[in-house]
């Protein structure tokens, strides 16, 4: 018999009384568990937060607090941008498919504006400049940045429009949008209980109403008279869940606060709730996309697979996916030297040579691989064209000795970690598959109905998602539904 705490859920004939009553328990305070408590409790609901941690801010507070925002922010406004629901859209359904949830990101587009609203009224800070270059985080603090809305095909599927929205901060936004989430919860009646993780939900008949949790040690029951909410981010710590689901993720490093265990999820699977698109993941490839944009990235044998200036994440899907992350950044001395330091993240070349002839030599690729791609490359980058995979002409040039290659499983961090390591065998992912939800967070069993009581959002969820993942949509599913979870909750 297995020593693991069990998921499956406990019947409330069996629970001999209550410790804590509320009407909403929301669990895990991520952004997604802060935004659900607030919207809750502005509904008129009681609300306790339980969180694992001794406080919030889960992943949500480590990450660069990037968030995807358009049909004509004041922000893209200032910047000199028109913008549409429509077109937003259109480009989030394709960047974000195949099969990407229409209903979710119909909803998500239209009401952008208003929750950018939301955020700014609870004291969110977005800063009306542009950064102008692919990149995974600017070095500065300019609130707007491209996600590769201007990049093939999107720009042609979409009319592009910047749509990062960037919370003003020294260094990753993450850490400010949970302060000021934060701070919010604090100055409402929430009743935020730290140090105590969920361990099982409580269900009377087929309705969930309640939770079993633990708090150093003792085991302590929730009784939730209108709705449970799960936030409990995604699962990719869980080695075993990782290689149930999406095993192409397994042995990579993780990009969250260590905690992504997928408890949330299973203990809603054990009550019925289905899942979707587990295998998902965004995939963080160890590169600079600046470096990348004004270079070219090619695999194992020297050949391109993607125009450089899309998202860094779908290159790094494309990596990961059909090339294993054998791929190497390739460039000329004037592509790194016009990166600014302070965007390098301390990449530098790991293989220099005076002719490319020499440089497929050092990487180990086939004689004259990379000097065929190169010469293609440069043939039409004269004429500022890219047939084979339609780069922008701002990032085409033809690369000149002396070469560099960059082999991306050295792997990278961003200032920010400090001296915290490298990202393992070339990237950082996360999951972004999880429970099936309506647009109102209800959880959803496998008849496509809900489930009475169990609400969910952000990674702990299969949000905008389906397979593909553009930066700034996880903190932006995860607030903007989490809201609707928890105002769907309070209503009982
Ligand atoms: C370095 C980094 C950079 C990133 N940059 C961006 C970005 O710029 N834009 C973007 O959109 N996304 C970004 N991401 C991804 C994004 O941060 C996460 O996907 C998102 O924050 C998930 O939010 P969440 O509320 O679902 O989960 P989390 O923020 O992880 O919160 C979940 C909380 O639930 C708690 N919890 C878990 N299980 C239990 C339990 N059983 N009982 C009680 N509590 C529990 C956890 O301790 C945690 O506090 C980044 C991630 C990282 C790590």
Not at 185 to 200: E, K, N, P, Q, S
Not at 223 to 238: K, P
Request: proline residues 5%; negative net charge; glycine residues 14%.
């Amino acid at each position: 018999m297995s020593t693991r705490i069990s998921v499956t859920p406990v019947d409330a004939a069996d629970i001999a009384h209550y410790d804590h009553e509320t009407d909403v328990l929301v669990v895990g305070y991520g952004c997604a568990g802060a935004s659900a408590a607030l919207d809750a409790e502005a509904a008129g609901a009681q609300v306790i937060l339980l969180e694992r941690q001794s406080g919030g801010g889960g992943s949500s507070a480590l990450s660069g607090g990037e968030m995807y925002l358009g049909g004509g922010t004041p922000i893209q406004r200032a910047c000199g941008f028109d913008d549409t629901p429509e077109e937003m859209e259109k480009f989030l359904l394709a960047a974000l498919g195949p099969d990407a949830d229409q209903q979710k990101v119909g909803l998500y587009s239209r009401e952008s504006l208003a929750h950018y609203q939301w955020l700014v009224g609870h004291g969110v800070p977005f800063k009306p400049s542009l950064w102008d270059s692919p990149t995974w985080v600017p070095p500065t603090d300019d609130g707007l940045m491209w996600m590769g809305e201007n990049a093939y095909p999107f720009s042609e599927i979409a009319e592009p429009a910047p749509r990062g929205h960037r919370v003003t901060s020294d260094g990753f936004g993450g850490k400010v949008l949970m302060a000021v989430l934060t701070e919010a919860v604090a100055a409402t009646g929430i009743r935020v209980h730290t140090d105590t993780a969920a361990l099982r939900l409580i269900v009377e008949g087929k309705r969930v109403v309640g939770v079993v949790a633990r708090h150093f040690g003792e085991t302590v029951t929730y009784r939730a008279h209108r709705g449970v909410v799960l936030t409990t981010g995604g699962f990719a710590d869980n080695a075993e869940m990782l290689a149930q689901h999406a095993p192409q993720l397994v042995g990579l490093g993780v990009n969250s606060d260590g905690g992504d265990d997928g408890r949330g999820i299973v203990i809603a699977q054990a009550a019925g709730a289905a899942v979707r698109h587990m295998s998902a993941g965004q995939v963080g490839i160890s590169l600079v996309p600046g470096m990348m944009v004004r270079g070219m990235i090619v695999n194992e044998v020297g050949q391109r697979f993607i125009n450089e200036d899309v998202y860094p994440g779908l290159v790094g899907q494309a990596a990961l996916f059909k090339h294993n992350l054998r791929v190497w950044v390739i460039l000329d001395e004037q592509a790194y030297e016009e990166v600014p330091v302070d965007e390098r993240w301390g990449v530098q070349p790991h293989f220099v040579a005076e002719t490319l002839e020499e440089l497929e030599r050092e990487i180990g690729m086939p004689g004259g691989a990379l000097q065929n791609t190169v010469g293609e490359y440069n043939r039409h980058a004269e004429r500022g064209e890219d047939p084979y995979f339609h780069k922008s002409a701002r990032w085409l040039r033809p690369l000149r000795s002396p070469f560099a290659a960059i082999d991306v499983r050295r792997g990278m961090a961003p200032p920010e970690y400090g001296d915290g390591g490298t990202a393992g065998g070339g990237a950082e992912v996360f999951t972004i598959g999880g429970l099936h939800t309506d647009v109102d967070g209800h959880v959803l069993d496998l008849d496509d109905e809900p489930i009475a009581g169990l609400f969910a959002a952000g990674r702990a969820t299969s949000g905008l998602h389906s397979w593909g993942y553009i930066s700034g949509t996880s903190l932006g599913d995860g607030t903007f539904f989490g809201r609707r979870a928890g105002a769907a909750a309070a209503t009982g």
